[in-house]
């Protein structure tokens, strides 16, 4: 099983951007999927972006198309997701995570392994 740790969280105004890590280890990657969710206070953990590990297919969900950006690096076992122009709403606890297989799913029950999480804070 692998093990996953986020970094990169923290305090940013609106508007301006954001880069969280996931050091992953304890597993060859080739068959895992990756994947950031987020849960904000009050409210359920969501999928953010999930990458194939092998062959990098992605799947965002809706609110951070065109605002986030997931990628992978294979020489460091790392993940990382670009948060560009960050609003309020992306305020959350926000969390790495792991299943093997091939599908990049959305479904939280569908991951494994997850990551003790860090905080992300837009302020307005």
């Known amino acids: 099983q692998v093990q996953l740790a986020e970094s990169g969280g923290g305090l940013v105004q609106a508007g301006n951007s954001l880069r969280l890590s996931c050091a992953v280890s304890?597993?060859?990657?080739?068959?895992?999927?990756m994947g950031w969710f987020r849960q904000a206070p009050g409210k359920e953990r969501e999928f953010v972006v999930g990458?194939?590990?092998?062959?990098?297919?992605?799947v965002y969900a809706d609110s951070v198309k065109d605002r986030f950006t997931i990628s992978r690096d294979n020489a460091t076992a790392m993940v990382y997701l670009q948060m560009n122009s960050l609003r309020s709403e992306d305020t959350a606890v926000y969390y790495c995570?792991?299943?093997?297989?091939?599908?990049?799913?959305?479904?939280?029950?569908?991951?494994?392994?997850w990551g003790q999480g860090t905080q992300v804070t837009v302020s307005s």
């Open positions: 990458i194939r590990w092998s062959g990098g297919r992605t």
């Open positions: 995570a792991a299943r093997r297989g091939i599908a990049v799913l959305t479904a939280s029950y569908e991951y494994d392994t």
């Open positions: 304890g597993r060859t990657l080739s068959n895992y999927v």
